[in-house]
């Protein structure tokens, strides 16, 4: 009711209140001037004006003689009309403050700035689950700002990088705030603007406080996390491409690599956008971290020589091996050539992704890959973020579609960010020593055993326990875990001072999340099993991260940060 009731409002308010006043005001003012010629009165235009200006006021009531209908409505529906509209304002004002006062309750909330179409299904995403959401809009006119304000959502109009703005958002006692910005250049003043309002205020930020902002490539949010990672702001902040997140989440889903299989199936990628190198790099990184003898094929069809940097592409392919990653550029007939390479592939894929951002070129790959689908009962995924190919494809029997904002635009995703791949990046370590030391029937058995995606939600936070301890351990020894990058040092093995100091951290984190209360022994004392398996653990980190596209590097301050 209450939305029904705020969808009337939105309706009535506005332009259409205006034409209805200007509407009786006309109206009043043709049934004076017939009034007058009625009753032989002479009314000059002033009078005229003025008196049915005065109809809104209840004035002229006492109209005498026979009274034209026009004039009739008028006065009769002139005051209810003005109080309607009077009333229509002051709930307009009180439901301007009451936005900003609904968020005076929130602790530990969700600051989102910038209701852009990924801003809103972020803020979807959580009010659905029952977190509280808080946003910063300079749009008021944005039709997501009154969707928002509808489902009972607070939002405050202005620019997200005005401290007033982000005080009135409660910012300092909120756990996350994410940046939707149109103009990159805004980003950076968000932050500043969070920092001088820390520094100003009694509250301290929780612990865990992040800062997320959104870049539209994943090259520029590796570059920016590797130049701002280091910057002495009391609190954590970064960079996120949310296509480059796409990549883990279909493999996940349709074609699950990380289990070794016998002969893994190829995987065929048509397109030339960022979630396509996305997928691309996952497979990739696979390879490179697998002890199977049989790699997975990826095959890459695109219209063009890929303009995404094919760097990072080329160092995880295995010791320059091509055989893992082929490049199939199509041009003239798109959809003639797309079925040439596909049918001229050895072996048939089990997965092909269609990620391609023009609309036209991706109609064709669809096409092509239908058909091709179908012959060799392939499994096909359609990447698709405009609303008109989500509608065009929703309803299609051979088309698993997946949702780039629906899928990824969520808070839980974009806040594990770096999390998220450090805690993968440990699993699949863990995967992989588990196949190198033991026997097919023994690995089985181990209840993590299993690719991210079939893993437990308890499992899961066990590696994401994991992932933080070790970027805490890390930090405060000098260190930090960032995205791979050549504009940072990657620390390929660490000093075995370094290694013995890690190794006693890790293994007490470990006794307490085994043995909680229990009296910590003594690094000396600890068996020499368990601790040679702590320093083999803390020895492959390096390698570990490289195989997860992350990278370990020297901290150039002194300031450290006590969580990830």
Not at 453 to 482: S, T
Request: hydrophobic share 45%; aromatic share 6%; charged share 25%.
């Amino acid at each position: 009711m209450r939305q029904l009731f705020w969808n009337l409002s939105d309706r009535l308010s506005g332009a259409l209140m205006l034409v209805l006043l200007a509407g009786v005001y006309l109206l009043g003012l043709v049934g004076l001037a017939w009034y007058a010629d009625l009753h032989d009165l002479d009314f000059t235009w002033g009078t005229l004006l003025y008196t049915a200006a005065s109809l809104f006021l209840l004035e002229n009531g006492t109209l005498e003689g026979e009274i034209p209908w026009p004039l009739e409505i008028a006065r009769w529906s002139a005051p209810p009309l003005l109080a309607l509209a009077a009333l229509g304002t002051i709930l307009t004002l009180v439901r301007e403050r009451s936005w900003s006062l609904g968020a005076l309750r929130a602790r530990r909330h969700i600051v989102i700035v910038g209701l852009t179409s990924r801003g809103w299904s972020a803020t979807r995403a959580a009010h659905s689950e029952g977190r509280r959401v808080v946003v910063i809009d300079d749009d008021a006119a944005n039709e997501h700002v009154r969707t928002a304000r509808r489902h009972g959502i607070p939002v405050i109009i202005g620019n997200g990088s005005e401290p007033s703005k982000l005080k009135a958002a409660r910012t300092i006692r909120a756990s996350k705030v994410i940046v939707f910005a149109e103009d990159p250049a805004s980003l950076s003043s968000v932050v500043e603007s969070i920092a001088r309002l820390s520094d100003r205020s009694a509250d301290v930020l929780p612990p865990d406080f992040c800062c997320f902002l959104e870049v539209q490539d994943a090259t520029t949010a590796r570059h920016m996390n590797a130049l701002m990672h280091d910057q002495g702001v009391p609190f954590q902040w970064e960079f996120f491409c949310l296509a480059e997140r796409a990549g883990p989440v279909i493999i996940d889903r349709w074609a699950n690599l990380l289990r070794e299989q016998e002969r893994p199936d190829p995987v065929v990628v048509l397109g030339s956008s960022e979630v396509s190198r996305s997928v691309v790099s996952t497979v990739l990184r696979h390879n490179r971290g697998t002890v199977s003898k049989h790699r997975v094929e990826v095959h890459w069809i695109l219209d063009a020589e890929p303009s995404l940097p094919l760097t990072q592409l080329e160092d995880l392919t295995e010791d320059g091996d091509e055989t893992n990653l082929r490049l199939h550029v199509v041009s003239g007939n798109t959809s003639e050539h797309t079925a040439t390479a596909l049918r001229s592939l050895a072996r048939a894929p089990g997965l092909i992704v269609v990620a391609e951002p023009v609309i036209p070129t991706a109609l064709h790959y669809l096409t092509v890959a239908t058909i091709v689908a179908q012959e060799r009962h392939t499994l096909l995924v359609a990447v698709a973020e405009q609303p008109s190919v989500l509608r065009l494809l929703e309803s299609h029997q051979r088309v698993a579609v997946f949702d780039v904002a629906r899928e990824l635009a969520h808070d839980e995703r974009i806040a594990h960010g770096r999390l998220e791949t450090l805690a993968r990046a440990l699993h699949d370590g863990y995967l992989r020593q588990l196949n190198r030391t033991l026997e097919p029937h023994e690995r089985e058995k181990k209840p993590a055993y299993r690719s991210w995606g079939e893993l437990p939600a308890d499992l899961r936070d066990q590696n994401y326990d994991a992932a933080r301890a070790a970027r805490q351990m890390l930090r405060r020894h000098g260190f930090d875990i960032v995205h791979s990058t050549p504009l940072l040092p990657n620390v390929s093995r660490f000093d075995e001072s370094v290694v013995e100091a890690l190794a006693c951290e890790e293994h007490l984190r470990w006794f307490r999340a085994r043995h909680p209360g229990a009296p910590e022994p003594a690094w000396n004392d600890v068996e020499t099993q368990h601790a040679e398996q702590s320093r083999d653990q803390i020895r492959r980190l390096p390698s570990m991260m490289n195989a997860a596209d992350l990278q370990i590097t020297r901290l150039t301050q002194s300031e450290t940060v006590d969580h990830a």
